[in-house]
């Protein structure tokens, strides 16, 4: 019974994707060229971004949807974040459609039910990890930027105390920490200078920013340099140093946070390492006793 449901499930699994593959990579060729961290089957997609399209996922489930194209942007940016998170669910579901498949071929091979239903349960828990592991890389963004912010916005009062405007103290800034151009923070501020730069007002690019970031503490601090930014000099600069003390806080907060995660990982480690002890000197004795 189960070796001709595995067979008949796997007959049509193949079937269907063989037959849909080659007219839908061919609709589907453009997305190709997009990138995003974590995503390695872009050429097994074409598939599942048919589905996807002709369910309409974003008007059937527009709060889950939106929710993980916000969480796409974060990470990959706004340009083609539509289609960028299409293909990030079309990867979820051909990593689903890939456990299915395993499934079947464990049962065909082993000549039990044992297989389908690995195969049911990792084509659940392989998407909703991978969903998973997507907000937690938001998390780990947020909190980088949070650590960088505040020796950020020093150096920006200190030049601004010295006499530079805002546009330059944030520049000299890009300037010196052009090693750390992959950091999250200074990839969106120079992607802010390049809006400027290019005709955009200081204060839409300011607000690009800030919406990029997403985060309660950059808006903040986005809406205290517009605030201010004309006035320049120490009132300026004192607008700026109120928001520093409290971008401190919340730094010592968020260290605090993640030493408090790196101490909880050590402890299985730690239990493992008792245990090898324990048993390096309790083994000798046993074995006088039973001696």
Known sequence: MYLLVAGLLLL????????????????????????????????????????LERIRISQRFPGFFFKVQRAVQKIGGNRRSGETTLLFLAELLTYGYLCLIFGCLMTLLNNGAAGLLIGGLLAVLVPVALINDLHRKVQRREQAVLLELPELLNKIVLLVGAGSTVQQAIKRCLERKREQAGHPLYRELLQMQKEWEGGDSFQQAMEGFSKR???QEVSAFTTAVLLNYRRGGEDFALALR????????????????????ASSKLVFPMVLLFMAV??????????????
């Not at 049509?12 to 190709?32: C, D, K, N, T």
């Not at 324990?278 to 001696?291: D, E, K, R, S, Y």
């Open 213 to 215: 970031c997403g985060i």
């Open 12 to 51: 049509a699994l193949g079937g269907s994707w063989i037959f849909v593959y080659p007219q839908s990579r061919r609709l589907y060729r453009s997305y190709e060229g997009l990138t995003l961290d974590g995503l390695r089957l872009v050429r097994l997609a074409p598939p599942m971004l048919l589905l």
């Open 242 to 261: 109120d928001l520093s003390h409290s971008l401190w806080e919340k730094r010592k907060a968020v260290g605090k946070t993640l030493g408090e995660q």
């Open 278 to 291: 324990l048993i390096l000197v309790g083994a000798p004795a046993f074995m006088i006793m039973n001696l």
